[in-house]
């Protein structure tokens, strides 16, 4: 296992942030992440875990300086993950020209394409790796006690990483989150270059796999679901998020608001930030 | 009075986030701030106004994105101004080369010396100009209650401005502010350069109109005056913030509190903001 390497550290709310790179073998890159870890937190006494998946163009710097997290958190005895958006520097052609793919949009899938699958993994490392790294680094968290929560890109890798894997992960929640990647253009355009399609349906299985409207018909366990979508979300407006998708789906656990007036930016997040995590406490203190 | 023009609006907390642009008469620039009001806020019942000045490199976004203090503001239902922090734009030569004087280094003073005086009059637009534009602008303030914080160079400020107007403003309070510009570096630097010194006295009387634990020293009326300070906070170590010296004042209403384990960024800020917020909102409300 790879050694963390604290790349800076600030004290906050009720205990410290903490900025961390190592070397991934799901990206085969170094990648960095940020760890809030109430002081409360020991090896005798280890707190529940919840990660925090960003959007679009954002990074491990973006949810834990604009989210407004972090005092319920502390509050609340939890730490927080605040993992990349995407491998740094994979050296993959055109992957900074778009902000909607490569860099800083890794859509939280592993990579299937020969141009992509090399680094863009960050299903892998968000999901297996991140948590033995973190296991191994004997932080005082409790890995038996792990939720999710993520913004728009990062919300659609919160949900369908919550419905892909019943069991591990105690609850849910997003921020005007992609619903039904499959049908909408951020996740057709992802899925088309990053994963290599073999099957001709439509949508492929291959996409399937990622979406979170699709993986919720088909989830058998019981949900702890939470979504927030603002009415003034400009992304809502040109059909990317798609939570009525969602909702339709009918699945008890499952609660979509839309809030009113917001927009899909971080000051709707910070607004909401303290009841996610309270939502979230509530199943990883139960 | 000029018009407000109105460049965003978002959604948060309990009302609106606004940013505004206008040209303004003390900087002889247009000039951008940000603006929350509670929806709580009209003509028949205003809300108290607490201004945020922030510190150097920072502008208008700053305190707004960063600084934690929006839920807990529209809960009081109190309306938060951030203005920037320099003119933007003066021209002046050299106003870019330096972190440390000129853009986003405004020290909030009124420059006398030749170079900087025509624009970089930031004390008149937050004491004077900014008040009125907004009072103008009739959007449910009431400018009967206002109160001023600020971080770093802007705590230097919100304190400065606070003491020099005795009566115009309820209670202020500061995050790791420079309490004593007239003999640490940052404020030697900016006064050196913003201010035509005639006097030789040492300090010179120019300067110390604008330094905080001197105006302590003078100030009669009640003090309401809350600093944070965090006891790792490097430039506290490097000697430009010297909590000691405003405290050894001892004047009653005057609260130092070093924070144990904080630096000098928004996590500390963040932390710590809706105290500062509620510290206000006892005297705002009153």
């Known amino acids: 296992?790879?050694?963390?390497?604290?790349?800076?550290?600030?004290?906050?709310?009720?205990?410290?942030?903490?900025?961390?790179?190592?070397?991934?073998?799901?990206?085969?890159?170094?990648?960095?992440?940020?760890?809030?870890?109430?002081?409360?937190?020991?090896?005798?006494?280890?707190?529940?875990?919840?990660?925090?998946?960003?959007?679009?163009?954002?990074?491990?710097?973006?949810?834990?300086?604009?989210?407004?997290?972090?005092?319920?958190?502390?509050?609340?005895g939890?730490?927080?993950?605040?993992?990349?958006?995407?491998?740094?520097?994979?050296?993959?052609?055109?992957?900074d020209d778009d902000w909607q793919l490569g860099t800083g949009a890794g859509f939280y899938l592993n990579a299937t394409s020969e141009k992509w699958k090399k680094h863009y993994n960050m299903y892998d490392l968000i999901v297996k790796e991140l948590p033995e790294v973190l296991k191994e680094a004997?932080?005082?968290?409790?890995?038996?006690?792990?939720?999710?929560?993520?913004?728009?890109?990062?919300?659609?890798?919160?949900?369908?990483?919550?419905?892909?894997?019943?069991?591990?992960?105690?609850?849910?929640?997003?921020?005007?989150?992609?619903?039904?990647?499959?049908?909408?253009?951020?996740?057709i355009n992802a899925f088309t270059n990053y994963l290599h399609t073999v099957t001709r349906s439509s949508p492929p299985s291959e996409w399937l796999q990622y979406d979170s409207t699709h993986l919720l018909q088909n989830f058998e366990a019981e949900a702890h679901l939470l979504v927030d979508v603002g009415t003034e979300d400009d992304f809502l407006k040109k059909g990317q998020l798609e939570p009525k998708a969602l909702e339709s789906v009918g699945k008890e656990g499952v609660e979509v608001r839309l809030q009113d007036g917001f927009d899909h930016s971080y000051y709707f997040i910070s607004t909401f930030a303290p009841e996610h995590v309270a939502y979230h406490a509530k199943f990883l203190k139960a």
Chains 1, 2 share one sequence.
């Not at 903490?18 to 005798?44: G, H």
């Open 138 to 187: 004997n932080l005082g968290l409790d890995f038996s006690k792990v939720s999710i929560m993520g913004h728009s890109m990062g919300g659609h890798g919160a949900m369908s990483i919550y419905l892909k894997n019943p069991g591990q992960y105690k609850s849910a929640s997003a921020f005007a989150p992609a619903c039904n990647p499959s049908k909408t253009p951020w996740g």
């Open 78 to 95: 939890i730490a927080v993950v605040f993992p990349d958006t995407s491998p740094r520097g994979a050296g993959v052609e055109g992957e």
């Open 1 to 76: 296992m790879p050694a963390l390497e604290k790349v800076s550290s600030n004290r906050v709310s009720t205990g410290y942030l903490t900025k961390y790179k190592f070397p991934s073998s799901s990206l085969s890159l170094p990648t960095q992440f940020n760890l809030f870890v109430p002081s409360s937190a020991s090896s005798s006494s280890p707190v529940p875990v919840l990660f925090y998946l960003a959007g679009l163009t954002c990074n491990e710097d973006t949810g834990a300086q604009k989210g407004g997290f972090l005092n319920k958190a502390g509050e609340e």
